[in-house]
């Protein structure tokens, strides 16, 4: 289930990724190359198309990631490839415990006080 979702969600950022390539902002894009009106699909078929591809693809993608939210194993505190820093936070020795050193040093006499 793991591999199907991460699949799928890699499947949808390339198909995105290739349909917004392909738009124009100024409209043009993969409509311009249809000019002629007897075309199968025209110029604004065209553009709808791709609009309504990409706003597809977006909310398959957002679905997708929140399925695989809730779907995906998380890392526990048992689980052994959690991060290292995660570890030694964890195993760190409580403040309390650790022993105390002076804070202050003894003043050394100067030697040029002496003459």
């Known amino acids: 289930m793991n591999a199907l979702i991460t699949i799928l969600v890699v499947a949808v950022c390339i198909l995105l990724t290739l349909i917004v390539l392909v738009q124009n902002s100024k409209g043009g894009g993969l409509a311009a190359n249809f000019s002629a009106s007897n075309q199968i699909m025209g110029v604004r078929k065209t553009a709808d198309f791709l609009e309504k591809a990409t706003w597809t693809l977006a909310g398959s993608l ?54």
């Open 62 to 115: 957002v679905f997708l990631c929140i399925l695989a939210a809730f779907v995906l194993p998380s890392r526990s505190a048992a689980d052994p490839n959690r991060s290292i820093l995660d570890q030694h936070i964890e195993n760190a020795p409580d403040p309390a415990t650790m022993p105390t050193f002076p804070s202050s040093f003894p003043v050394m006499p100067n030697p040029e006080d002496e003459d």
